[in-house]
């Protein structure tokens, strides 16, 4: 089983509409929490970084963990066409923290 | 400004030949890390230097696999003899903190 768990989609959804993306994970070490966003043949771009538990807000995107649950969300509001990409979670713990476990990422089409 | 930059972007070599990738982080970035990322898959950890002191390579998967960071700023990441299995996209990143990392487009490999 791998330490970080992404459901690979493809999630399409039409232009406008509320996205959840969603991780799991089972390193109850995991501390910081990060989601990017990759474009195909281009290299992962960071969209959110979040320290242990909590929500952050970023204009159209909020990033969710759950410690307890050991999940975390990003939430991306009134969907744009440019926002299909992959989307990968990424995590690492205290002790290594540069270590980035990556989900295998979830494949968004937002349709026009 | 300018961000973190690989080249060659293709490589196609012969099973058995010695490649090498480059790697330019973003200028006062001391932190800089190489994954390999197989299709379909998230990247995958290989190796973290700070500076020019490699301080983690226990992502290469084998001895095959070497990189150095010789004047702290940029990079090559080597592989001797290469083989099918070596095919796949590296990626490059740079950060001025460990965990919040900034990915290059990579260097695409295959192997033939």
């Known amino acids: 089983q791998k330490e970080v768990e992404q459901d690979p989609g493809p999630l399409s959804v039409p232009e406008g509409a509320i996205v959840s993306l969603n991780c799991t994970y089972s390193?109850?070490?995991?501390?910081?929490f990060m989601w990017y966003r990759q474009y195909s043949r281009k290299g992962p771009e960071l969209l959110m970084y979040?320290?242990?538990?909590g929500n952050k807000e970023d204009g159209r995107f909020t990033a969710q963990v759950d410690k307890s649950s050991k999940y975390i969300s990003l939430f991306i509001r009134d969907s744009q066409p440019s926002d299909s990409a992959t989307y990968l979670c990424?995590?690492?713990?205290?002790?290594?923290?540069?270590?980035?476990?990556f989900g295998s990422g979830t494949r968004l089409l937002v349709r026009p | 400004g300018a961000g973190v930059s690989q080249s060659p972007r293709y490589k196609v070599a012969k099973r058995g030949q010695d490649v090498a990738l480059r790697c330019d982080p973003i200028?006062?970035?001391?932190?800089l890390f190489w994954y390999q990322q197989a299709l379909g898959q998230g990247p995958e950890f290989l190796t973290y230097?700070?500076?020019?002191?490699?301080?983690?390579k226990s992502g290469l998967p084998s001895d095959r696999f070497f990189a150095e960071r010789p004047e702290g700023s940029v990079s090559t990441l080597k592989i001797q003899r290469t083989q099918q299995e070596d095919s796949a996209v590296y990626l490059c990143?740079?950060?001025?903190?460990?965990?919040?990392?900034?990915f290059g487009p990579g260097t695409r490999l295959l192997v033939l």
């Open positions: 990143a740079s950060s001025r903190t460990e965990e919040t990392q900034y």
């Open positions: 390193n109850s070490a995991f501390q910081y």
């Open positions: 979040t320290y242990s538990s």
């Open positions: 990424a995590m690492s713990a205290g002790d290594s923290s540069y270590k980035l476990i």
């Open positions: 200028s006062g970035h001391v932190s």
């Open positions: 230097f700070q500076n020019e002191a490699q301080l983690d």
